[in-house]
């Protein structure tokens, strides 16, 4: 359903683009956050966190932070509650005290090994509406638009023109 705003046609295409994408992302979360919650007692932000360290190891909480393209105080209470639950634990630097690394402990991988597949599996049934050509194709739109609304990619502020 299109936007009921009446500015200009640039304005009106963004707006109707904008609340299509936040549509599609929120059924596709819905599909995805009530199965994490009930089977594995996560988040889909204590998710991001577990499936980072596990991946990429250990790491700043700025760089986990910057990774996530979460705010500092919202990563501080998801690792608080992830900490409180065994899954991961901060450790100060040795070099440089006021930074914390987070470790994803052994319970942690496990619960980390334990939700992957299923929640992939989820995620590819919510995708199975588009074919593989349209999955790529909205992933390189994605990471476009993403790049763009950080400033980060002259050429599509260069498109939108």
Do not use: F
Request: glycine share 8%.
């Amino acid at each position: 359903m299109p936007s009921h705003w009446s500015g200009p046609l640039k304005e009106r295409r963004a707006l109707d683009a904008y609340i299509t994408l936040m549509r599609a992302t929120n059924s596709v979360n819905a599909r995805l956050h009530g199965p994490l919650a009930t089977a594995h007692g996560l988040t889909m932000g204590q998710l991001g966190v577990l499936e980072a360290l596990h991946h990429l190891g250990p790491m700043s909480q700025s760089a986990l932070a910057g990774k996530l393209l979460v705010s500092a105080s919202n990563l501080t209470t998801v690792l608080d509650n992830l900490e409180r639950d065994g899954l991961v634990k901060r450790v100060r630097d040795t070099v440089d005290r006021r930074v914390s690394n987070v470790h994803l402990t052994p319970a942690g991988r496990t619960r980390i090994t334990a939700c992957m597949p299923g929640h992939v599996a989820r995620i590819t049934a919510a995708l199975q509406g588009l074919t593989a050509t349209e999955q790529k194709q909205l992933a390189q739109l994605c990471r476009k638009l993403g790049l763009a609304a950080a400033g980060l990619d002259r050429e599509a502020d260069e498109d939108a023109a």
